[in-house]
């Protein structure tokens, strides 16, 4: 009994705070309530849409619209100021136009790179004093990184947060871990929501599981891969995609 006991806990996340950037997402909710349930402390950051009101209550939120330069400091400097440091740093929040690159304007592209990648960056780069030595840091990126997309400057901007990845993990000297996680379509996402029936349909077709991803599925694996039996796990892109390339 000794000896499962202690392999439950080698696997289990510990007990610390999560800070989750882009707290509004369709992932994220999943996420928070497996943070919360393992009796961790968790910080959300949201924007134009809500943390998911089941978790209200247990969670601290924080407005942040990372397309505003400005409000970095103020949000690491004030915000933040009741938190020594934390175990756990999420990246969820991106914008995806879906057009193709005739159709953007140049303010456009500026603006997608900026939040999927730019700010993502710099608030990391604030934060970076702020990580517990073992700390876990999580972008949620997209197979569109290494496949392309039919949307080129989305892809562009998720490719450059797997560059920032692969450079941490070769130059932090702690035992601080950075990862990405690339799903493919995610059933019941804001993209898969947004997304015209046929593009849903040719994403289905192309998945040779013959079906997508749920939110359930990607959020445990960004949840199992904060634990201690992922400590050797460092600078490697998770493709979690029911096998689609």
Not at 74 to 102: E, M, Q, T, W
């Amino acid at each position: 009994m000794a000896k499962t006991n202690k392999t439950r806990a080698a696997h289990s996340v510990r007990k610390g705070t999560a800070l989750i950037i882009g707290g509004s997402s369709s992932i994220a909710g999943e996420l928070i309530g497996r943070f919360i349930n393992s009796g961790n402390k968790v910080v959300a950051t949201f924007n134009d849409g809500q943390i998911l009101k089941t978790h209200r209550s247990d969670v601290h939120c924080e407005r942040l619209d990372l397309g505003d330069m400005s409000q970095l400091d103020n949000f690491c400097n004030i915000s933040l100021s009741a938190y020594d440091c934390f175990d756990y740093l999420i990246f969820f929040n991106g914008i995806l136009p879906g057009k193709p690159l005739n159709e953007y304007s140049d303010d456009l592209i500026s603006k997608v790179m900026f939040v999927n990648f730019i700010s993502q960056a710099a608030l990391l780069r604030r934060l970076l004093h702020r990580l517990s030595e073992e700390a876990s840091i999580v972008f949620v990126s997209s197979i569109s990184a290494e496949r392309g997309s039919f949307d080129p400057i989305y892809a562009a901007s998720k490719s450059a947060q797997l560059g920032l990845i692969k450079s941490l993990a070769k130059s932090v000297t702690s035992k601080l871990r950075v990862n990405a996680v690339l799903p493919s379509l995610i059933e019941s996402s804001k993209m898969f929501s947004d997304m015209p029936l046929n593009q849903r349909n040719f994403h289905l077709a192309q998945s040779p599981s013959g079906r997508l991803l749920s939110v359930s599925e990607v959020a445990a694996v960004i949840f199992d891969i904060s634990s201690a039996r992922w400590s050797g796990v460092n600078g490697q892109l998770i493709r979690v995609n029911h096998g689609v390339w």
